[in-house]
């Protein structure tokens, strides 16, 4: 895509790009059933786009952004690996349409119930869940040319320089601070010590 587009603020006041979802699936339900009016309005735009909006399946929505100027809004699992899998498709932003999430089906008072909830959570906390997101969606995703040496370098020292400011300041504020603390505390030893002297020498006769 030529720009990105900023869902909440831009999306729905620019013209230039169609946006839409499959058509019945859930995130065209949540924004045809949400209260909040942003969504809303967006709703009513998708509704009134000729050609339609929505499309059958995740395929034809992906499809139409890498050949037209669309916006093709999905579940962010979904379009993340569609990205791993194409140079030309780019995710904008990190807009959260709902508390949505994937989840094993199981018969109602179902033994497995437990064990499965532990091992998912055991797999979790271990890192294996994402090792494996890492091997398999990964696995065929396409080399994009790379950036000279050069020039990622340059971006990379860009990126990184205020936070090398930002701990230099810190690391100064910090040596001020110890040195202040230890000047006064230098300052109350010797003004008690000069306090109690006449006492110990009277104490010594």
């Known amino acids: 895509?030529?720009?990105?587009?900023?869902?909440?603020k831009e999306l729905g006041n620019q013209s230039d790009y169609k946006f839409g979802?499959?058509?019945?699936?859930?995130?065209?339900?949540?924004?045809?059933y949400s209260r909040i009016e942003?969504?809303?309005?967006?709703?009513?735009?998708?509704?009134?786009?000729?050609?339609?909006?929505?499309?059958?399946?995740?395929?034809?929505?992906?499809?139409?952004?890498l050949q037209e100027k669309y916006v093709f809004l999905m579940e962010s699992?979904?379009?993340d690996y569609q990205v791993t899998q194409n140079c030309n498709l780019t995710?904008?932003?990190?807009?959260?349409?709902?508390?949505?999430?994937?989840?094993?089906?199981?018969?109602?008072?179902?033994?497995?119930?437990?064990?499965?909830t532990r091992q998912i959570l055991d797999l979790n906390e271990k890192g294996i869940i994402m090792m494996l997101k890492e091997k398999w969606w990964?696995?065929?995703?396409?080399?994009?040319?790379?950036e000279p040496v050069e020039d990622r370098r340059a971006l990379g020292v860009?990126?990184?320089?205020?936070?090398?400011?930002?701990?230099?300041?810190?690391?100064?504020?910090?040596?001020?601070i110890s040195l202040s603390e230890t000047f006064i505390f230098a300052m109350v030893v010797k003004?008690?010590?000069?306090k109690c002297k006449p006492f110990t020498h009277l104490f010594l006769r």
């Open 21 to 32: 979802a499959i058509l019945g699936g859930s995130t065209m339900q949540f924004f045809k």
């Open 191 to 194: 003004a008690n010590t000069i």
């Open 77 to 79: 699992a979904t379009l």
């Open 91 to 116: 995710r904008v932003g990190n807009v959260v349409l709902g508390s949505n999430g994937y989840s094993i089906a199981l018969p109602k008072g179902s033994k497995w119930r437990e064990k499965l």
């Open 138 to 146: 990964k696995k065929r995703q396409q080399q994009c040319d790379a």
């Open 158 to 176: 860009d990126h990184v320089k205020g936070l090398f400011v930002l701990l230099a300041l810190g690391l100064g504020i910090s040596l001020i």
């Open 38 to 65: 942003t969504f809303r309005r967006l709703w009513e735009t998708m509704q009134n786009q000729t050609p339609t909006a929505f499309v059958e399946k995740n395929e034809s929505g992906v499809r139409r952004a």
């Open 1 to 8: 895509m030529d720009t990105e587009i900023e869902l909440r």
